[in-house]
Each structure stands twice: as C-alpha cells, then as structure tokens.
C-alpha cells in the first residue's frame, strides 16, 4: 500500500487550499489537496513539509491530523493520511499543478477530486 500525505491548508477568511493537477500529467485536471509520498526515513509530517515546499514553495506548519482515505487504484492500494496546517512563509509558485484556489467548505462539491480525496472532502464538508 502507496502511504501518502495530504495538506488541508486554511487561510485567514476560513478557506481551504485546493490545487489542479497539470494536464497531460496522470490524473490531469482533477483537483487534490498538496502533498505526496513519504521518503524512506521520513515521518508523515516531514514528508508533508517536504512536498508541499516543493510542490508550491511555501513553508507549512502541519497541525493535527485529520483522518485517512484509502483507496484501491487498480491494484495499488493507497492510504492518504490528511493534516490540518497553515502557511507561515512564502508565496505561492505552482510547479507541477495547472492551478490553485482558495474556496470554501461547502464549494469542493462543485470540483473533481482524486478518488483518494474525494473522503476528506466528504468529511470537511461534514464537519
């Protein structure tokens, strides 16, 4: 089983970070919360840190965790594993997704997500 991090990233008017895989790439045009694979030696929240600085060149504080998707790609068991976080430094640069919004909870119905997200939107909806 794949494990994988996922940030759920809030700003200050109580919006979440959403980010728009890249056309062309796998899952192309379908929307995710930033985060990916943990590195050998790695926890969760460093590899959390890692890929969100890599992936948007922000620093993140990564708070407390929110919950598990797991998901069966073909064969390819996936475990992501969501935490609440927040940015503390950087701007924005997008380097392997189309595009990023800030929208509310009850505005993620209205996007496509990743089969492995599409829980955690249920359940920040829920909540």
């Known amino acids: 089983m794949l494990d994988i991090v996922a940030a759920i990233l809030t700003n200050e008017n109580d919006e979440i970070l959403i980010t728009k895989i890249a056309e062309g790439k796998n899952n192309g045009g379908c929307f995710e919360f930033p985060g990916g694979k943990i590195e ?10 890692r890929e969100v600085k890599e992936e948007l060149d922000i620093d993140i504080k990564v708070g407390e965790y929110f919950g598990e998707s ?26 392997v997704h189309d595009e990023y ?13 990743l089969p492995a997200d599409e829980k955690i939107v249920e359940e920040l909806i829920a909540n």
């Open 40 to 49: 050998n030696g790695e926890t969760r929240r460093e590899a959390l840190a």
């Open 70 to 95: 797991v998901y069966n790609d073909g064969g390819l068991g996936i475990k992501l594993n969501a935490f609440k976080g927040e940015i503390v430094s950087g701007d924005i640069k997008l380097s």
């Open 101 to 113: 919004k800030w929208v509310k909870k009850d505005e993620l119905k209205d996007f496509k997500f």
